[in-house]
């Protein structure tokens, strides 16, 4: 009975608060509501205002699409001061001309602070069918006061302008929210810089992180693949004082938007109502050569991760191609033309509307700083002319819509010159001490013994039991191993410099990795990685040898490992066949097996955070070792999950959880696992990933073919005669259960181990993490969901079902 009765209260509550209504309008004397859940609707009911809950604490007022059933936020009025309960109002103060938000004491919280001169007459608040809350004199409809569109959240949507002041610099842009439940401002922000040539740039804390660049005529020079967009137009001005950019649909109804993630870069969405769902339509721009001056100055980013100077520029001692001789011009000074570049940085470049390619060119030969040309617009044929001075910055080859660029090769650029043979023995010692001294601060002391006399010396860790004796190589020795750094010896190039082979007088072949000085391994990473490594011990493992230091040369001594890294196996279609099932299902054991020692078999737990098919390498038997320490942590015992603000790693391989929030954990390198798995059984990369039939990168693929029960259409097609088809449905399953979304639903290695072995049935797997569109759409947008949920909605719903 008493049950019942309070069940009817709840009912009467219900009702009574669903009773919300919707004004088209709010005027001085009708102010909007939170407590009786009022909205306002835009004319054409496309999007909604009003209050809106992140968690039951924080309340805000904000716009979003009223027809969309999950709910997405495009704007966000109090970011930085929520509201604590349901009793705020929105309001229009008519003596100030402003709009207000004041809370349950009648507090301003809020307001759109922009004291118009003009008399507000009479204003009244309108949402409009862009998107943009627009406060307006009541008579009309041009006069505005104040807009939305003027003070951008995260979200871009079409017809809004990003725009910046050429005088000033001063710009309005897309600034990224802090995490996904918390619209206050985050660290990054997308908007125009203004020097040089005007560039579209993402920076964080106003250091650049990625750079559309220039708009070239068609486009941005970095984001060619925006153009292609048939529903989309882009649209860029720039005059003596403004440049702006701005997007338009030509099909009014298609809903789209654009937005910058909190972990910094721009996702576009379009809204799809054949599933339900927002479709990422376009692949996420981050891969290694987006990341601005990746490669330091002078140097062409292509494919991914490698890098190289530019024509007359020999790498220097420390691996970067900064020029070693002076500009200087002279009698046979020409100009090379690439094709299918992204434009380098243009803030210091200079740049002219009239003239043309060969008077560019002439001129550019005339000034000795002048290092490179191209047009200015490449529309109709090209037209204008852009010069750089100097060091040439952030440029890259693209795979397709790229434009030409010409760089000047220096006649007078002789050899450069070789900086090892100026080695100092002074130089070593304080090297070496340097990084013993830092090494004694973490453990380490010295024992003083030497290899090869004069060659190497040894320390010892004697914070843990067992004893490392880990070689310090004097520079020379290695520097002679690998025939002086030549680019014969270099094996490849790696986020933190270049790896070559060596071969030590011994006749011992070693891999020399070398950390670049504009690389971000600094220090801390390199004796974070020496210590883990040193004293790591496992057949799946790669095996380090030594170190060597000399001022700011870090050096790290591998085992040679003759047959290279997997990707260069899997993803090439020649090198492919040789790996049959049986050496996959090896690779895969082996890989598991690494992991599985690392995580909970060595005295350490460690979590890699860097799997990927290229830090595996396979020994001469195909063995594979797993490699690259350098962004590993140690956990202690009891510690399960951790978080960095300083999300470093691989797109396509990183779990939602990490590159959103930054947490790691065991099951982040699970979730890697898992997508190295998936590609060595279908030999294609995660990102990258290209299906003529729908836009899912590979697990999204995967995933499709495991619920329409066909998932052994994933594999490879050089394999499938030969596999037990048996052994290949375990290892897909197991792949998509370590890619779930949820880090608490991936199996840990150990349990991977067994799945393996098929002594086990295997659980279903659950939708995995960033399946949606190329890249984290959904973990994007499913949290974005889950908290734009109503908290009245859920509070009514679970008390009325009586448990
Ligand atoms: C509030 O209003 C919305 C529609 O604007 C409605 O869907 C919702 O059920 C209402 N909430 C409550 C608790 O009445
Ligand atoms: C207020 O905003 C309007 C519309 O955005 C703008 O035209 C006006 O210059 C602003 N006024 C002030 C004082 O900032
Ligand atoms: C879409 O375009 C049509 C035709 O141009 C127009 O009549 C309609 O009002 C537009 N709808 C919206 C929501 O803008
Ligand atoms: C950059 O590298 C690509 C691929 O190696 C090459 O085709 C292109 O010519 C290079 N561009 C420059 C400017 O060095
Ligand atoms: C090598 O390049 C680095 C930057 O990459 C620079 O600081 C250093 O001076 C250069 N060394 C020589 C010998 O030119
Ligand atoms: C562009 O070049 C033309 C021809 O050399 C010159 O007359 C003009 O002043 C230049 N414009 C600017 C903005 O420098
Ligand atoms: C070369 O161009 C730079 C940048 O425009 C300028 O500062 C410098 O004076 C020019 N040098 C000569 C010799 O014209």
């Given at each position: 009975?008493?049950?019942?009765?309070?069940?009817?209260?709840?009912?009467?509550?219900?009702?009574?608060?669903?009773?919300?209504?919707?004004?088209?309008?709010?005027?001085?004397?009708?102010?909007?509501?939170?407590?009786?859940?009022?909205?306002?609707?835009?004319?054409?009911?496309?999007?909604?205002?009003?209050?809106?809950?992140?968690?039951?604490?924080?309340?805000?007022?904000?716009?979003?699409?009223?027809?969309?059933?999950?709910?997405?936020?495009?704007?966000?009025?109090?970011?930085?001061?929520?509201?604590?309960?349901?009793?705020?109002?929105?309001?229009?103060?008519?003596?100030?001309?402003?709009?207000?938000?004041?809370?349950?004491?009648?507090?301003?919280?809020?307001?759109?602070?922009?004291?118009?001169?003009?008399?507000?007459?009479?204003?009244?608040?309108?949402?409009?069918?862009?998107?943009?809350?627009?406060?307006?004199?009541?008579?009309?409809?041009?006069?505005?006061?104040?807009?939305?569109?003027?003070?951008?959240?995260?979200?871009?949507?079409?017809?809004?302008?990003?725009?910046?002041?050429?005088?000033?610099?001063?710009?309005?842009?897309?600034?990224?929210?802090?995490?996904?439940?918390?619209?206050?401002?985050?660290?990054?922000?997308?908007?125009?810089?203004?020097?040089?040539?005007?560039?579209?740039?993402?920076?964080?804390?106003?250091?650049?992180?990625?750079?559309?660049?220039?708009?070239?005529?068609?486009?941005?020079?970095?984001?060619?693949?925006?153009?292609?967009?048939?529903?989309?137009?882009?649209?860029?001005?720039?005059?003596?004082?403004?440049?702006?950019?701005?997007?338009?649909?030509?099909?009014?109804?298609?809903?789209?938007?654009?937005?910058?993630?909190?972990?910094?870069?721009?996702?576009?969405?379009?809204?799809?109502?054949?599933?339900?769902?927002?479709?990422?339509?376009?692949?996420?721009p981050f891969d290694q050569c987006e990341t601005y001056d990746f490669c330091g100055p002078n140097a062409n980013c292509s494919s991914g991760r490698s890098c190289e100077c530019l024509t007359g520029i020999k790498p220097n001692s420390s691996g970067g191609c900064l020029r070693t001789t002076p500009l200087e011009c002279r009698e046979g000074d020409r100009f090379e033309k690439h094709q299918g570049m992204k434009l380098p940085d243009t803030s210091s470049s200079r740049y002219n509307k009239t003239i043309s390619l060969g008077e560019c060119e002439e001129l550019c030969l005339r000034n000795c700083s002048c290092t490179a040309y191209s047009n200015l617009d490449?529309?109709?044929?090209?037209?204008?002319?852009?010069?750089?001075?100097?060091?040439?910055?952030?440029?890259?080859?693209?795979?397709?819509?790229?434009?030409?660029?010409?760089?000047?090769?220096?006649?007078?650029?002789?050899?450069?010159?070789?900086?090892?043979?100026?080695?100092?023995?002074?130089?070593?010692?304080?090297?070496?001490?340097?990084?013993?001294?830092?090494?004694?601060?973490?453990?380490?002391?010295?024992?003083?013994?030497?290899?090869?006399?004069?060659?190497?010396?040894?320390?010892?860790?004697?914070?843990?039991?067992?004893?490392?004796?880990?070689?310090?190589?004097?520079?020379?020795?290695?520097?002679?191993?690998?025939?002086?750094?030549?680019?014969?010896?270099?094996?490849?190039?790696?986020?933190?410099?270049?790896?070559?082979?060596?071969?030590?007088?011994?006749?011992?072949?070693?891999?020399?990795?070398?950390?670049?000085?504009?690389?971000?391994?600094?220090?801390?990473?390199?004796?974070?990685?020496?210590?883990?490594?040193?004293?790591?011990?496992?057949?799946?493992?790669?095996?380090?040898?030594?170190?060597?230091?000399?001022?700011?040369?870090?050096?790290?001594?591998?085992?040679?490992?003759?047959?290279?890294?997997?990707?260069?196996?899997?993803?090439?279609?020649?090198?492919?066949?040789?790996?049959?099932?049986?050496?996959?299902?090896?690779?895969?054991?082996?890989?598991?097996?690494?992991?599985?020692?690392?995580?909970?078999?060595?005295?350490?737990?460690?979590?890699?955070?860097?799997?990927?098919?290229?830090?595996?390498?396979?020994?001469?038997?195909?063995?594979?070792?797993?490699?690259?320490?350098?962004?590993?942590?140690?956990?202690?015992?009891?510690?399960?999950?951790?978080?960095?603000?300083?999300?470093?790693?691989?797109?396509?391989?990183?779990?939602?959880?990490?590159?959103?929030?930054?947490?790691?954990?065991?099951?982040?390198?699970?979730?890697?696992?898992?997508?190295?798995?998936?590609?060595?059984?279908?030999?294609?990369?995660?990102?990258?990933?290209?299906?003529?039939?729908?836009?899912?990168?590979?697990?999204?693929?995967a995933w499709k073919l495991w619920v329409e029960k066909r998932p052994m259409d994933l594999t490879d097609e050089q394999l499938q005669d030969s596999v037990p088809s048996s052994e290949l449905l375990r290892c897909i399953q197991v792949g998509l259960l370590c890619v779930q979304q949820r880090p608490e639903d991936r199996p840990n290695m150990s349990t991977v181990v067994i799945m393996l072995k098929g002594e086990k049935s295997l659980p279903n797997p659950g939708e995995p993490g960033f399946y949606i569109g190329r890249d984290n759409q959904t973990l994007a947008d499913s949290i974005v969901r889950s908290s734009g949920e109503c908290s009245i909605n859920e509070?009514?719903?679970?008390?009325?079902?009586?448990?």
């Amino acid at each position: 009975m008493e049950n019942l009765r309070k069940l009817s209260v709840y009912f009467l509550l219900l009702c009574f608060t669903s009773m919300s209504s919707t004004l088209e309008i709010i005027t001085p004397s009708q102010p909007l509501r939170d407590g009786r859940n009022e909205t306002l609707i835009s004319e054409g009911r496309i999007f909604e205002a009003g209050f809106f809950a992140v968690d039951s604490k924080r309340r805000y007022v904000g716009i979003w699409y009223r027809n969309i059933p999950e709910k997405t936020v495009v704007w966000v009025a109090n970011r930085e001061k929520p509201l604590h309960d349901a009793s705020g109002v929105l309001q229009i103060d008519s003596d100030k001309g402003i709009l207000r938000i004041l809370d349950s004491k009648g507090i301003e919280t809020w307001s759109s602070n922009n004291a118009s001169k003009q008399l507000a007459d009479n204003p009244v608040l309108q949402l409009l069918d862009s998107g943009n809350l627009v406060l307006r004199h009541a008579k009309n409809m041009r006069s505005i006061l104040w807009q939305s569109f003027d003070y951008p959240g995260d979200t871009f949507l079409p017809g809004m302008k990003i725009r910046s002041s050429i005088k000033t610099g001063q710009y309005i842009g897309i600034t990224s929210w802090k995490s996904l439940q918390d619209p206050s401002p985050g660290k990054y922000s997308m908007h125009i810089d203004t020097k040089g040539l005007p560039q579209l740039v993402i920076t964080e804390e106003n250091r650049v992180v990625y750079r559309p660049g220039p708009w070239n005529g068609l486009g941005f020079t970095g984001t060619p693949e925006l153009r292609n967009i048939k529903f989309m137009k882009l649209l860029y001005g720039l005059s003596e004082d403004e440049v702006f950019y701005e997007y338009s649909i030509l099909d009014n109804s298609t809903l789209m938007r654009s937005r910058l993630v909190p972990a910094g870069f721009p996702l576009r969405f379009v809204w799809s109502a054949q599933t339900n769902r927002w479709d990422n339509i376009l692949p996420s721009p981050f891969d290694q050569c987006e990341t601005y001056d990746f490669c330091g100055p002078n140097a062409n980013c292509s494919s991914g991760r490698s890098c190289e100077c530019l024509t007359g520029i020999k790498p220097n001692s420390s691996g970067g191609c900064l020029r070693t001789t002076p500009l200087e011009c002279r009698e046979g000074d020409r100009f090379e033309k690439h094709q299918g570049m992204k434009l380098p940085d243009t803030s210091s470049s200079r740049y002219n509307k009239t003239i043309s390619l060969g008077e560019c060119e002439e001129l550019c030969l005339r000034n000795c700083s002048c290092t490179a040309y191209s047009n200015l617009d490449i529309s109709n044929g090209g037209s204008g002319c852009l010069h750089w001075f100097d060091n040439i910055v952030d440029l890259r080859q693209l795979a397709e819509g790229g434009q030409d660029f010409y760089v000047r090769v220096y006649a007078a650029s002789g050899p450069a010159k070789n900086g090892m043979d100026k080695r100092k023995l002074a130089g070593i010692a304080i090297g070496c001490a340097l990084l013993i001294t830092s090494m004694v601060i973490i453990g380490f002391t010295i024992k003083k013994k030497l290899m090869h006399p004069g060659k190497a010396i040894y320390w010892k860790d004697k914070s843990s039991q067992e004893d490392v004796d880990l070689p310090i190589f004097e520079f020379s020795t290695i520097s002679n191993a690998t025939n002086q750094f030549s680019e014969v010896n270099k094996l490849g190039q790696g986020g933190f410099g270049s790896v070559y082979k060596g071969i030590l007088v011994d006749g011992q072949e070693i891999a020399v990795k070398r950390l670049s000085k504009t690389s971000r391994q600094g220090m801390d990473e390199f004796k974070n990685e020496v210590l883990l490594i040193a004293k790591l011990q496992h057949r799946n493992l790669v095996k380090l040898l030594g170190c060597s230091i000399q001022n700011e040369e870090k050096l790290l001594i591998y085992e040679f490992m003759a047959n290279g890294s997997l990707d260069y196996f899997i993803f090439n279609s020649t090198k492919t066949k040789l790996l049959d099932w049986t050496k996959r299902l090896h690779i895969i054991d082996g890989i598991a097996r690494g992991l599985l020692y690392l995580h909970q078999d060595s005295r350490l737990r460690i979590i890699h955070r860097d799997l990927k098919t290229s830090n595996i390498l396979l020994d001469i038997d195909m063995n594979p070792k797993i490699s690259d320490f350098g962004l590993a942590r140690i956990f202690g015992g009891d510690q399960d999950e951790a978080n960095t603000n300083r999300v470093m790693g691989t797109y396509g391989y990183m779990p939602p959880e990490y590159a959103v929030h930054g947490y790691f954990s065991d099951k982040s390198d699970v979730f890697s696992f898992g997508v190295m798995v998936l590609e060595i059984i279908s030999g294609r990369k995660n990102r990258g990933f290209v299906d003529p039939h729908h836009r899912l990168n590979l697990l999204g693929h995967a995933w499709k073919l495991w619920v329409e029960k066909r998932p052994m259409d994933l594999t490879d097609e050089q394999l499938q005669d030969s596999v037990p088809s048996s052994e290949l449905l375990r290892c897909i399953q197991v792949g998509l259960l370590c890619v779930q979304q949820r880090p608490e639903d991936r199996p840990n290695m150990s349990t991977v181990v067994i799945m393996l072995k098929g002594e086990k049935s295997l659980p279903n797997p659950g939708e995995p993490g960033f399946y949606i569109g190329r890249d984290n759409q959904t973990l994007a947008d499913s949290i974005v969901r889950s908290s734009g949920e109503c908290s009245i909605n859920e509070a009514s719903n679970s008390t009325i079902l009586p448990r």
